[in-house]
T-cell receptor, first 116, second 115 residues
């Protein structure tokens, strides 16, 4: 079974509007971390936001927020007030266990296009 | 400034040739990783290492080899046994057992094309 599933290959959003990128995960480990990365066309991976499995509140970082629904095993990324520079690939990732050196599992990504 | 350097940025290989991709970090990170990225498939783990002179296979290790002789360096060799090596290769590093919100630091990638 896939550890991370991203079901939206491509998304479009109007500039200044909000957009939600979906991510579901599968793990039996009670301790895990969920990450979102942005990959512009240049190829670099940019860390956006983190949510720990024991965190009670949804994570927020500026215009990014993570809608964490533990019972549904979903960790959707919400981008508010979209900007043209948000056009990129977005990857959801999970790391299981306490060791921060454990491998990440990545989804297949969502390509976001912001329309002026 | 600390970071991860991958070189070269673009690499062309003839069929049947081995090529080595370089990954160097000056972050004093213990763990290093190699991922392969193909369109529509996300990132898949090739090899990783959490300590010098030790490394483990990831999900798609066949046709690849690595070494970890120094903490700072984790080169990846794409051998002629790799049937479809054309892809984007990303190197990453991480510290072990620190605050849990700490993720990977990535290099800028190497795009390998077989000609």
């Amino acid at each position: 079974a896939q550890k991370i599933t991203q079901t939206q290959p491509g998304m479009f959003v109007q500039e200044k509007e909000a957009v939600t990128l979906d991510c579901t995960y599968d793990t039996s480990d009670p301790s895990y971390g969920l990450f979102w990365y942005k990959q512009p066309s240049s190829g670099e991976m940019i860390f956006l936001i983190y949510q720990g499995s024991y965190d009670q509140q949804n994570a927020t970082e500026g215009r990014y927020s993570l809608n964490f629904q533990k019972a549904r095993k979903s960790a959707n990324l919400v981008i508010s007030a979209s900007q043209l520079g948000d056009s990129a690939m977005y990857f959801c990732a999970m790391r299981e266990g306490q060791n921060t050196g454990n491998q990440f599992y990545f989804g297949t990504g969502t390509s976001l296009t912001v329309i002026p | 400034d600390g970071g991860i350097t991958q070189s070269p940025k673009y690499l062309f290989r003839k069929e049947g040739q081995n090529v080595t991709l370089s990954c160097e970090q000056n972050l004093n990170h213990d763990a290093m990783y190699w991922y392969r990225q193909d369109p529509g498939q996300g990132l898949r783990l090739i090899y990783y290492s959490q300590i010098v002179n030790d490394f483990q296979k990831g999900d798609i290790a066949e046709g690849y080899s690595v070494s970890r002789e120094k903490k700072e360096s984790f080169p990846l060799t794409v051998t002629s046994a790799q049937k479809n090596p054309t892809a984007f290769y990303l190197c990453a590093s991480a510290r072990l057992y620190i605050q849990s919100n700490y993720g990977y630091t990535f290099g800028s990638g190497t795009r390998l094309t077989v000609v």
